[in-house]
């Protein structure tokens, strides 16, 4: 008997009109999940790369600003968020700790997503390709600046924490703003992503590994639907601090899967998949060689525009498979003679001449 009493004076049940408890649980859980992935993602890139990168700076921020959210959750849930009947002073606090996890959700996703928009922007080769990533931050970071301005202000400035008040604007409008606005930009990264591979001359099999690392960002836009599915219909008229349980742990899902997608790219399996291809191609690219010779190569296809322009022009298009290395010979010709052997990346180090 004692023992049964120990148990309930140092946690609260779960029950259908009690989930408070359950909040906390899938927080912490959700939270050490996309650490996790952090933590691997940052290891084994610095591993393989030997420096860091924006990406890295950018993941850091939208893993720091979950962090946040998840402790606002927390906050939020040890206060009473998720049970039916919560005292003035607690939800008082319930509120305040909301409106700071709202802010910290909108911050952390727009990290996260520039983290992959400038990842595609360091592996993109062509200028068409680098323009569309450009273009899709740029989309990305003025659409959370306008919804963060309102989402700080939106019951006001003097009591702007009263999100679960009659004096905010119609809230429900505003995240369905967001959520499609937050949902069209992760299917513009799952397209980038498709339009990098289709891009490489790589084998279908590599290129099936390459799709099977991006691939699972379509979960974020599951749990991002889910979540607007479940907060639209909340009202301040209708018990918000309870009814509002089931949106806060898919908001914690949808930054957990966020983060996780993102660093399933830099684990070492991809590294190895497109060793032939993308990451030859940027370093190659970086350290003075041409698009040309990274078509004669096959390291990335001609583009339709390339062609175009090099009719226009007289130097001779390379081709990727001559004879008695015509292509080699071509290069040589146009570089003076100079140009050194291109090297490969092998084991996450490059071998051969630089």
């Known amino acids: 008997m004692s023992g049964k009493m120990l148990l309930l004076t140092r946690g609260a049940l779960i029950t259908s009109s009690a989930e408070a408890t359950g909040v906390n649980i899938a927080t912490w859980f959700l939270a050490t999940t996309f650490l996790v992935m952090y933590i691997s993602r940052q290891i084994v890139k610095f591993v393989m790369l030997r420096k860091l990168q924006l990406d890295d700076y950018l993941m850091t921020a939208g893993m720091l600003f979950a962090l946040g959210l998840s402790l606002a959750f927390s906050i939020a849930a040890d206060n009473g968020l998720g049970n039916e009947v919560v005292d003035s002073s607690a939800f008082s606090k319930i509120q305040k700790a909301y409106y700071a996890a709202d802010l910290f959700f909108i911050i952390a996703t727009c990290c996260v997503k520039l983290a992959l928009v400038s990842f595609f922007e360091n592996i993109a080769v062509d200028e068409i390709q680098k323009r569309v990533i450009i273009g899709l931050g740029a989309v990305c970071t003025a659409s959370t600046i306008c919804m963060l301005f309102a989402a700080a202000f939106q019951c006001g400035a003097s009591l702007a924490w009263e999100v679960m008040t009659l004096h905010c604007f119609d809230q429900t409008a505003y995240w369905i703003v967001f959520g499609v606005i937050d949902i069209l930009t992760d299917l513009g990264l799952i397209a980038v992503s498709f339009m990098l591979v289709w891009e490489l001359r790589i084998p279908i099999s590599r290129k099936a590994v390459v799709v099977g690392c991006f691939a699972p960002r379509i979960l974020v836009v599951a749990a991002a639907a889910s979540r607007l599915a479940y907060l639209a219909p909340v009202s301040p008229h209708d018990n918000p601090a309870f009814k509002v349980w089931i949106s806060v742990v898919c908001t914690e899902l949808q930054i957990c899967l966020s983060i996780s997608t993102a660093c399933i790219p830099c684990i070492k399996p991809f590294f190895e998949g497109v060793e032939a291809g993308v990451w030859q191609a940027d370093h190659l690219r970086r350290v003075g060689f041409s698009i040309n010779d990274l078509f004669s190569k096959g390291y990335v296809k ?47 180090q490059w071998q051969g001449s630089m």
């Open 302 to 348: 001609a583009s339709e525009d390339w062609e175009s322009s090099q009719r226009s022009d007289s130097t001779p298009k390379p081709h990727a498979e001559t004879k008695s290395g015509e292509a080699g010979s071509e290069n040589s010709q146009r570089s003076g003679g100079n140009m050194p052997t291109l090297p490969a990346f092998t084991g996450g």
